[in-house]
């Protein structure tokens, strides 16, 4: 198994092939910039991508906010002695600092080979509400607020959520959301697709465990590859897709987990998963 990661501002756990990565900057109502989140949520979905140990990571925050996104009092710093803050310097420099900061978060979650679940358990705001929609499933409780704000601010999703946003509820919802740049609550939220259940506060973790635990309970390397086709799927025409798909079900079915699958239909038992 690889080596967890050493985090600086959230907390890692791995349990029964499910991680669990919780945001801890409640501080800032766990705020990307001017913290160590970025490289945190980075480190931890390339160690689940390379540990054969993980099958599902969980995202959450701690404290009463799931992200806040770029932390805002940093943006009125853009000159003298603040140029080397996460909003200051040229338009160039910027650029630089987009690229090589929290635009790696996006694509980052976009490689992950592993099904992602975010715990929204409060606001996700911005940059915030783009990372809840990278991940695959989203669940929150009655606490859990989406903004896609940058407009309020003079400014666009540079952490690339327009991509994101539009894919998961269509063009022209994410169109209405982003250019008026309003909040959208809960129950909202469910109803356009942005999150796939409401559940309490008290029972949000045990809800979004359960469900980690019924997908890790997966034979491993159908479960990640199932996830890279989806993903694969997005991006194909169908002709390839299917020469794809042809290649990866040749290989499962050389695997002693499908072997082990069937032998467990057929005895009406749960499969007993190697990852081989």
Known sequence: MANMPSLRDAWLNLEDRVAVLTLARDDLRNALTGTALIDDIVDTVEWANACSAVSVLVITGSG??????????????????????????????????????????????HKAEIPII????????????????????RIGSERATFGETFVNLGIIPGDGGAWFLQRLIGY??????????????????????????QVSAEQLMPRVMMLASQIAAKPPHALRMSKRLMKQAQRHELPDFLELCAAWQGMLHNTDDHAEAITAFVEKREGRYQGR
């Not at 022209?172 to 259940?197: C, D, F, K, P």
């Open 64 to 109: 009463k906010a799931f992200c806040a996104g770029g932390n805002i009092k940093e943006m009125q710093y853009r000159d003298g002695d603040h140029r080397s803050g996460p909003f200051g310097g040229t338009a160039l420099e910027l650029e630089h600092k987009y690229r090589h900061g929290i635009q790696r978060i996006p694509l980052a979650m």
């Open 172 to 197: 022209q919802r994410a169109a209405e959301i982003t250019l008026t740049g309003r909040l959208v609550h809960a129950e909202e939220a469910v109803q356009l697709g942005l999150m796939m259940e």
């Open 118 to 137: 975010a715990a929204i358990n409060g606001p996700a705001i911005g940059a915030g509400c783009d990372l809840a929609c990278m991940c695959d499933i």
